[in-house]
């Protein structure tokens, strides 16, 4: 049986933490800022946890 490869597009978009939760950076923050709160521009630059259920797909695709 072949090794397991890391799919390195979602390496490069997931953390994972070590309890195991999947971080991701949150998306709609690379322009037209002028028209967001600044309340929104702020949770925004925050890194978001992915849910259970998307979750154990990430983790599977990180896996080596």
Known sequence: ??????????AKRFKITAGGKVLFN????SHL???KSSKR?????KAA???????????SMLET
């Open 1 to 10: 049986m072949s090794k397991k490869k890391t799919k390195k597009s979602a």
């Open 26 to 29: 949150r998306p709609c923050k």
């Open 41 to 45: 521009r702020r949770k925004l630059a």
């Open 49 to 59: 946890v992915l849910s259970e259920s998307f979750g154990r797909n990430v983790r």
């Open 33 to 35: 800022m002028t028209g």
